[in-house]
């Protein structure tokens, strides 16, 4: 399953929302979808499961929405540690798959 | 809370076998919960996933990587390997070892992960 994730970039102002998209080249059956934030040099941190379902310790400030081949990860009000890198990935089939990320930028 | 930590050498030659390991340490409950897998990123680029093992043994390869690939337990409990063999400068990447968790029977989003270790494929 490709996993096409737009925009490439988001320049927003901190307080903003920002809305990212990331599109199923199939279904993902059961929403099995997952989001995650990468600063520059870290790990990637798990921010959503299950398309909607927030990890632990993440602030409410981050949804996730969808079905189907669409999906999105809403965060309601920029603070200055959300500008970062966020991919999504499926994780209902084999092999499991990446976006290409949305790289969210300081305007 | 379960940490992880890659180890392994930094610079392999090309043709080579690619080898790491992963350490975890912490909460060990539940261990059966789990998957544990490795996921690499090359430089500036995004995530690629190379494989997860379940704790009852069975391993899952990404079918790009899987005739070189050979994933298995480590020499000591609490850790896991990689080996990726006749490797060339496109295996240059940062190296992650991370849990992967599930849910309603999927596993497959990865909940921990480790720092991460830069292999570089260079003569």
């Known amino acids: 399953i490709v996993l096409t994730q737009s925009p490439g970039t988001l320049s927003l102002s901190p307080g903003e929302g920002a809305t990212l998209s990331c599109r199923a080249s199939q279904s993902v059956s059961g929403g099995f979808l997952a989001w995650y934030q990468q600063r520059p040099g870290q790990a990637p941190r798990l921010l959503i499961y299950a398309a909607s379902s927030r990890a632990t310790g993440i602030p409410d400030r981050f949804s996730g929405s969808g079905s189907g081949t669409d999906f999105t990860l809403t965060i309601s009000r920029l603070e200055p540690e959300d500008f970062a890198v966020y991919y999504c990935?499926?994780?209902?089939?084999?092999?499991?798959?990446f976006g290409g990320g949305t790289k969210v930028e300081i305007k | 809370q379960v940490q992880l930590q890659e180890s392994g050498p930094g610079l392999v030659r090309p043709s080579q076998t690619l080898s790491l390991t992963c350490s975890v340490s912490g909460d060990s409950s539940n261990s059966d919960d789990y998957y544990w897998g490795w996921i690499r990123q090359p430089p500036g680029k995004g995530l690629e996933w190379i494989g997860y093992s379940s704790n009852s043994g069975r391993y899952y390869y990404n079918p790009s990587l899987k005739s070189r690939l050979i994933m298995s337990e480590g020499t000591t409990n609490n850790q896991f390997s990689l080996m990726l063999s006749s490797v060339t400068s496109a295996d240059t990447a940062v190296y992650y070892c991370?849990?992967?968790?599930?849910?309603?029977?999927?596993?497959?989003?990865?909940?921990?992960w480790g720092q991460g270790t830069l292999v570089t494929v260079s003569s």
């Open positions: 990935q499926q994780y209902v089939s084999s092999p499991l798959t």
């Open positions: 991370a849990r992967a968790s599930g849910s309603r029977g999927y596993y497959g989003f990865f909940q921990q």
